[in-house]
């Protein structure tokens, strides 16, 4: 069973709707009895870091979450819930993320980039290494994106993807259990949709 973590940010319904179609059993997870059914953590999340962080405090989620994925459950973490991964977010303040990863959220601008800020849209992803994750996904992939910060400072050793967009972004991660996209793939169509796919059927650690 997927534990959806209903952070009631945006793209819920969407990836709700979209396990639907890869046929695969799910629940929203608002608390410990919730998050206690499940063998796998989706954590999604678009909007403001800041509303996200606090919604994910609340009933004890984030360390809850924390404990599990400690103790060898596989999470996704979608938009939001990728840059909770790492050690802080810089969004409108300073907050701590889990720090499974290590690196820190940055504010697209202050990459001095060219292009339009947020980044929205479909673009492609360069796979750097293997990964259950991409299993069945060629590289170049589109997917589709929509964000104005991204992880800074991350061991090479965990990043699966980048996407070019004036610099190349960090777009896919996954060290063990734990894995994590910039891009939604539950808005991705036919790529997305393997991805969700390679993620149920991947073992937990």
């Given at each position: ?40 953590i989706i954590l999604p999340g678009v909007g403001s870091f800041k509303l ?150 991947y073992p937990n650690a």
């Amino acid at each position: 069973m997927i534990g959806i973590i209903n952070t009631g940010m945006g793209n819920v319904p969407s990836i709700s709707s979209a396990l639907k179609k890869i046929d695969c059993n799910f629940i929203l997870c608002s608390n410990k009895n919730d998050l206690d059914r499940v063998s796998k953590i989706i954590l999604p999340g678009v909007g403001s870091f800041k509303l996200f962080h606090e919604k994910i405090q609340n009933n004890n989620m984030f360390k809850l979450i924390n404990e599990r994925v400690q103790n060898g459950t596989s999470i996704l973490g979608i938009c939001l819930g990728f840059h909770a991964l790492f050690e802080k977010s810089l969004e409108f303040g300073n907050f701590d993320g889990f720090n499974f990863i290590k690196g820190k959220v940055e504010d697209l601008k202050k990459l001095k980039i060219s292009q339009r800020v947020p980044h929205v849209g479909w673009n492609n992803c360069k796979i750097f290494k293997n990964s259950g994750l991409f299993n069945n996904i060629n590289s170049n992939s589109n997917f589709y994106f929509t964000h104005s910060y991204t992880p800074i400072n991350v061991n090479e050793e965990f990043v699966i993807s980048k996407t070019f967009y004036g610099v190349d972004l960090i777009t896919a991660v996954q060290k063990g259990n734990i894995f994590g996209t910039q891009f939604h793939p539950e808005k991705s169509q036919k790529a997305g949709l393997e991805l969700l796919k390679n993620f149920v059927n991947y073992p937990n650690a």
